[in-house]
């Protein structure tokens, strides 16, 4: 989103082809990363590709002021909210 800065990739739960990224790895159930580093490595590179090419994106619901941060709970726990929810500082 133009004008955030402070981290180059986020992905949180993105789904591509059955799998699963969450926070700073992508796995599968089970052990499938330990039993195939190279597969995962391979599948790591390919999401960071898609993102860098804007294949892959997040939307963003909301942006609040971290004063505001009970206002975003609130909006989120209402189910009003579809996609990210930014607080910034």
């Known amino acids: 989103m133009p004008g955030l800065t402070g981290a180059s990739i986020i992905f949180e739960r993105v789904f591509v082809k059955g799998w699963i990224a969450g926070s700073s790895e992508i796995s599968r159930p089970g052990s499938w990363i ?24 997040s939307h963003v619901h909301a942006v609040y002021p971290l004063r505001e941060a009970p206002d975003a709970v609130n909006a989120i726990a ?9 607080l910034r500082p």
Do not use: P, Y
Not at 78 to 86: D, E, L, S, T
């Open 34 to 57: 330990k039993r195939d580093k190279a597969g995962h490595r391979a599948n790591t590179e390919q999401l960071l590709q898609w993102c860098a090419q804007g294949k892959l994106s």
């Open 78 to 86: 209402a189910r009003q909210v579809m996609g990210k929810v930014i």
